[in-house]
Each structure stands twice: as structure tokens, then as C-alpha cells.
């Protein structure tokens, strides 16, 4: 059993830090739907743990997802997720909910 998850293991950590590692996503801790009305005034802003629990708190989402550059999503949506994505020099480049 262990031996057949080491090749899903290798295909995790591949994926993991394609990009290098993007900050720190803080542990989810505001309730409710997410708002995405007002979080335009992040944009520009560096991509960092705290600019991240700054957008949970107001946007009300219950998981922040990070979209480094050129990263895959899926394109799920989910009404308690807020998805921020930012570029090569870690700028926030949009905020949206879903």
C-alpha cells in the first residue's frame, strides 16, 4: 500500500511548488458568505499572509485560495471562497468570490 501511493505523492509535491511558494494562506476564520464589493482597493497590494486574513475578514469567505501565475484552478465555484490571484513580483491582480 505504501509503495503504490509514493508515485500520487511525487505528482503532489510537482505540483506544489511550480511557481515557488506564494504566501502563506492564513487559517480560515471569518463566517458567512463571501462579498467580493469593496476588495478592489487590494489590487496592487503585495500577496502576503496578513493582506490575505485582511481579505477574508472583509469579504466574509470562509477559505482564501492564492493564484500564483500561470497556476491551473479548477473552476469550481463555491459561494464561502474567496480566490486571489497576484503576479511575478506578488501584486495583487484581482479578488473575486467563487
Known amino acids: 500500500m505504501r509503495t503504490a501511493m509514493l508515485p500520487l505523492l511525487s505528482l503532489l509535491a510537482a505540483c506544489a511548488g511550480a511557481n515557488g511558494q506564494g504566501p502563506a494562506t492564513p487559517p480560515p476564520t471569518a463566517e458567512g458568505p463571501c462579498r467580493d464589493e469593496g476588495l478592489d482597493r ?27 501565475p500561470g497556476m491551473a484552478m479548477t473552476m469550481d465555484f463555491r459561494p ?19
Open 42 to 68: 487590494f489590487i496592487g497590494q503585495t500577496a502576503s499572509a496578513a493582506t490575505g486574513a485582511e481579505l477574508l475578514r472583509l469579504s466574509g469567505a470562509r477559505t482564501l485560495r492564492w493564484g500564483a
Open 80 to 98: 464561502d471562497r474567496l480566490t486571489v490571484s497576484y503576479d511575478g513580483k506578488m501584486a495583487i491582480t484581482t479578488a473575486r468570490c467563487g
